[in-house]
Each structure stands twice: as C-alpha cells, then as structure tokens.
C-alpha cells in the first residue's frame, strides 16, 4: 500500500551547518510532494513543495530534490539555525483534485548551538 | 483571525463521552481537510470537504467518527463513544480551493481520554 517513510528519526546539526533529511516513498502515481515543519505544540507549517515533473526546487536557505527514479525526496536547509529545530515531515499526494496527504512519520531535527 | 483556528485547544475527556472539535478555516478557503496525530506519529487523513460535494470521509476510522461543514466554512468533528485510542491531536486544515495543494494547518486540539 502507499506509504511514506523516513530513514532517520532524529538528527542533530551544528547551527551553521547544513542539514539533509531524506525520505522515501512508495506510490509511484504520487506526482505532489511537500516538507512541512512542525514546532511543539502547533500545526505544521509548509516549507516548500515540488511536482513530479521537477527534479530540484529551492526556496530560502531550503532545497527539495526528488529522485522519482529510486522514490527518494531530501529537504536540504543551508546554514541551519536554532529556530531550526523541529519535526519536519514529507507528504505526498496522487490525486489532484482530492488535495488529501498521506504523511511519513516525521525527522527531529535538533541544531546544536 | 488570518490563519485557520481551532477550539478547544485542549479536551480531557472520560471514556464514553462524546466530543465536538471545531475547525474556522480561512476566510474563503474552500477545500476543509481534518487529520488526526497521534503521539511520534505522522499525520492521518480523516475527513475531506470541498464545497458542496460529498465530503471524502474515506479516513475514518469508525463510525463512532463523523464531521460536518455548515455552510462552507465552519466544521465540526464529532466522536462519539471515545476510546482511550481516540487520544490524539486532531488537525484541520485549509486550502484555497480544489486545485490549490497548499494546505494550511491550525495548531490543533489535543484530545485525551481517560
């Protein structure tokens, strides 16, 4: 059945540091992917999202490269900050029309000061 | 407010009770979603309304499960009966219309059946 994962539950980066979280997935129809951050105690935030069409997509200090050919998503930031620290997750979807969004379990990203 | 809200922010409840969350999306969003997070664990799709069609209540998990939409833009989530395995963070969110896939997130209710 469909399902997204994540290979790494936690990571921790120096603050400056640039930080990759990875994530596979396994709907080879999902053609919308998107990285939404999660603070403690509050709703996730979205970050940054790419279509099937597209290989790379980049916003500030974050990049979103997806390998379709091996299912793989990565969510890089650049120079990493304490308000960094977070549970990012991935989502996909693969019915436009019907925006609903299946979710891994999340990545805890933690910047060490 | 600009952002989708959410009420209560915090529901303890006993076990048997039924429970009403309540979900004000943004100001003309027509696409309503609710999700349901339970502790470490990703985000499960619930209940899907758009419009004025038929919601996608294909996430459900019982039919102890039911949500409406009144008018386009208030939803109500209702548990009946709830279990213990209920207790979780329930989510909605937002997005412009079918074709936006945006979707903006409210913080939440946490709900915790004893």
């Known amino acids: 059945g469909e399902s997204v994962g994540l290979h790494l539950p936690t990571l921790s980066v120096q603050e400056g540091d640039n930080s990759i979280i990875n994530c596979a997935y396994s709907?080879?129809?999902?053609?919308?992917f998107i990285w939404y951050k999660q603070e403690s105690g509050k709703g996730p935030q979205f970050i940054i999202d790419?279509?099937?069409?597209?290989d790379k997509r980049q916003g500030q200090r974050v990049t979103v490269l997806l390998n379709k050919t091996v299912k793989h998503l990565s969510l890089q930031i650049a120079a990493t900050q304490p308000g960094d620290s977070a549970v990012y997750f991935c989502?996909?979807?693969?019915?436009?029309?019907?925006?609903?969004?299946?979710f891994g379990t999340g990545t805890r990203l933690t910047i060490i000061p | 407010g600009a952002g989708v809200s959410q009420s209560p922010s915090n529901k303890v409840t006993e076990k048997g009770k039924d429970v009403e969350l309540r979900c004000d999306p943004i100001?003309?969003?027509?696409?309503l979603y609710w999700y349901r997070q339970s502790l470490g664990q990703g985000l499960e799709f619930l209940i899907y309304?758009?419009?004025?069609?038929?919601?996608?209540k294909s996430g459900l998990p019982s039919d102890r499960f039911s949500a409406e939409r009144t008018g386009g833009s208030v939803s109500t989530l209702t548990i009946q009966r709830t279990q213990q395995e209920d207790s979780a963070v329930y989510l909605c969110?937002?997005?412009?219309?079918?074709?936006?896939?945006?979707?903006?997130f409210g913080p939440g209710t946490r709900l915790t059946v004893l």
């Open positions: 969110a937002s997005s412009i219309d079918r074709d936006s896939r945006e979707q903006f």
């Open positions: 100001s003309g969003h027509t696409a």
């Open positions: 989502a996909e979807n693969s019915n436009f029309g019907n925006e609903k969004l299946t």
């Open positions: 709907n080879s129809a999902s053609d919308y």
């Open positions: 790419i279509r099937s069409n597209m």
């Open positions: 309304f758009q419009g004025n069609s038929a919601p996608d």
